[in-house]
């Protein structure tokens, strides 16, 4: 009787910290929410590291740069041009460059996609509502074939769709848009509280 009131509670543990996700990630996402309001994917020389364009404006992948960099302390301009620099082959070659940027690199969402699959981050690509957890990193290809990516909340809509956070247009917002487009990619960082380097 004891050992199942243990197992019982591990159990309610385990399930406990999954549904709660990351809500540090989700937090620092949704902080941007009405602050991030222009949407501006132009080409910008920044500070490195830990370089940012103007807050009120940025790209989708502006929203998970800077909510990792405030949740977790981690900055991916210099996480992903370390990388890049170290293992340039590895990248996607779609723009034709022949050496890593650190001040667009972080910015492009195939490379993120990249860098998060390198470390181990990828998950099975499937669009039961369940599989989604609040922090979660999710892409997608909208019309035109542009890659997207947005940060799940902890926020349903009325069908129990979990919501997004990201940057589609018009600058930060939380939305139902998770499987509007078709999905390409899923990511789940690990759940230590600040990761400020990842090896």
Request: glycine fraction near 6%.
């Given at each position: 009787m004891r050992l199942s009131l243990v197992l019982f509670a591990l159990l309610s543990l385990c399930l406990?910290?999954?549904?709660?996700?990351?809500?540090?990630i989700v937090e620092a996402a949704r902080a941007q929410v009405g602050v991030t309001v222009i949407y501006d994917g132009s080409y910008?020389?920044?500070?490195?590291?830990g370089g940012d364009v103007p807050l009120d404006r940025g790209v989708c992948t502006d929203v998970v740069v800077?909510?990792?960099?405030?949740?977790?302390?981690?900055?991916?301009q210099k996480l992903v041009h370390e990388d890049?620099?170290?293992n340039f082959s590895a990248y996607p070659k779609i723009w034709g460059l022949k050496r890593a940027d650190k001040n667009i690199d972080h910015r492009r969402v195939p490379n993120l996609q990249?860098?998060?699959e390198r470390r181990g981050w990828k998950l099975r690509l499937d669009r039961n509502e369940k599989e989604f957890l609040p922090g979660d990193l999710v892409?997608?290809?909208?019309?035109?074939n542009l890659p997207h990516?947005?940060?799940?909340?902890?926020?349903?809509?009325?069908?129990?769709?979990?919501?997004?956070?990201h940057n589609v247009g018009a600058g930060a917002r939380e939305e139902d848009f998770?499987?509007?487009?078709k999905l390409t990619g899923h990511y789940r960082l690990p759940q230590s509280p600040r990761l400020q380097e990842v090896e």
């Open positions: 406990g910290a999954r549904a709660k996700g990351a809500s540090d910008q020389r920044l500070d490195y590291p800077r909510a990792l960099r405030d949740a977790r302390g981690m900055d991916l890049m620099r170290a990249r860098f998060f892409t997608c290809m909208l019309p035109g990516i947005m940060i799940v909340s902890d926020r349903r809509s009325p069908a129990a769709t979990p919501l997004v956070i998770l499987f509007r487009y």
